[in-house]
């Protein structure tokens, strides 16, 4: 603070530096910002959904062999993020529900996150059967990231990632023993999940 004579008059003058002025503008800008920010987003957890039939007269067993085959058929299929048909490619939710759609008549829901809460038991991994569903946290911890739809004899048929292709794969491989997380089972003769 500086005392400044103004004629009669004796008064005290605040003086800024530029520099100090632009160092406060950035300290309220910067305290301003903060309060702007938006809050801290919600753990929104998925709505649990029941898979919807779209032909309730299937029979089961068959239906699983429909699965089965039409899963062993797109093997080689090119891997495309959100893909969802044969000519677009697939990625991994989008292989299933396809093949579901288009084997069994089920509509299941799009995202690994959705299949795996969805209203259909929880099988063993000792219990597989051709067309449960495998579920994996291929980046670690407990968050499904993947998934794939089981043929038999300790086999799955998935879309893995960029640049691949639908391949069969081993469930005892050391990584994907690692990142196992859960199965259901979708088609469940005289029970399966409607819905109401």
């Not at 520099?19 to 309060?35: E, K």
């Amino acid at each position: 603070m500086n005392l400044v004579y103004y004629g009669s008059r004796l008064r005290m003058v605040r003086y800024m530096s530029t520099q100090a002025r632009v160092l406060a503008s950035i300290a309220m800008a910067v305290f301003l910002a903060g309060c702007a920010s938006a809050p801290p987003a919600k753990v929104v957890r998925p709505k649990v959904i029941n898979p919807i039939v779209m032909n309730p007269n299937n029979d089961m067993v068959g239906a699983a062999d429909d699965v089965l085959f039409r899963a062993l058929g797109l093997v080689g299929t090119p891997y495309r993020w959100g893909g969802n048909t044969p000519d677009s490619g697939f990625d991994c939710s989008g292989l299933i529900s396809f093949v579901y759609r288009d084997a069994a008549g089920i509509a299941l829901p799009r995202s690994t996150r959705e299949m795996i809460v969805m209203r259909s038991p929880d099988v063993d991994q000792s219990h597989l059967q051709s067309g449960d569903l495998v579920f994996f946290a291929t980046s670690g911890g407990s968050q499904v990231s993947h998934a794939g739809i089981y043929v038999g004899e300790g086999r799955f048929v998935h879309a893995p990632s960029s640049g691949g292709t639908v391949k069969l794969d081993y469930l005892n491989k050391p990584y994907w023993q690692k990142a196992y997380l859960n199965a259901k089972r979708v088609l469940q003769p005289g029970q399966l999940a409607r819905n109401p």
